[in-house]
């Protein structure tokens, strides 16, 4: 997955405690609902090396991914007139996808990611990887849109949701293998925010003694 893909329209949003999901949890709501069992999730990125403090908070993110069996790839950023832009996410995205294929790692892959420069990897996956069984999903970042291309290269699309993105919001602390890793106080959620695991379940009307549904199907 495109991490910036993914980062941007969270940030867009406003809802900064989004940006501290687990994308293992992402990826098996993915998996779940293509029948498929979650075996990889590789998530490239580009360290702003020239940002310290977004720095910081990226690598408790990336370590956070790791510890929950995230693969993380790591790009960077050089300067451009009078700014920075990264580098490497793209071709990290497209030769993992490809390679992990070939290796016949996955049955079904899901390419998180908006950018039109990704149709050049679904065409080779369809010229490549197709006749070989596989199978490719689009998994499009909350709000945006998929490039008109795959439908003709017959890729189907899955939407991520911001309701999907708060199911995998992480705790407060993550126990990883040299210990605690704390989420950045940036990335708190809102005051009486509840995750939605720990909100109480809503149980169906109980009906009255021969009450039976009426389902009205219009045509």
């Known amino acids: 997955m495109d991490g910036f893909n993914l980062y941007h329209p969270i940030k867009e949003s406003g809802q900064n405690h989004l940006k501290w999901a687990c994308l293992w949890k992402l990826g098996e709501m993915l998996a779940t ?4 069992r979650l075996v990889k999730v590789v ?3 580009a360290m702003p090396l020239h940002l310290p403090e977004s720095l910081a908070r990226h690598q408790l993110f990336n370590a956070a991914q790791i510890a929950r069996g995230v693969d993380v790839i790591k790009g960077h950023h050089v300067p451009v007139g009078d700014g920075y832009s ?3 996410s793209d071709i990290n995205v497209a030769l ?6 070939e290796d016949d790692i996955y049955d079904v892959a899901f390419l998180l990611s908006a950018d039109s420069d990704q149709i050049a990897t679904a065409r080779f996956f369809r010229k490549r990887l197709a006749p070989k069984g596989k199978a490719l999903f689009a998994a499009i970042p909350p709000d945006k849109t998929v490039p008109v291309e795959y439908k003709s290269l017959g890729v189907p699309k899955r939407q991520i949701s911001f ?4 199911r995998c919001v992480m705790p407060a602390q993550v126990q990883g293998k040299a210990g605690l890793i704390n989420r950045p ?3 708190e959620p809102p005051q009486g925010w509840v995750h939605p695991a ?3 379940k809503v149980r169906p009307p109980k ?3 021969g009450t039976r549904w009426k389902t009205v199907a219009k045509g």
């Open 207 to 209: 009906l009255k003694a």
């Open 185 to 187: 106080s940036e990335y």
């Open 163 to 166: 309701v999907m993105m708060e």
């Open 33 to 36: 609902g293509e029948n498929c």
């Open 86 to 88: 990264e580098k490497q």
């Open 198 to 200: 720990d909100r109480p």
């Open 96 to 101: 993992s996808l490809i390679c992990d294929g």
């Open 43 to 45: 998530f490239c990125t």
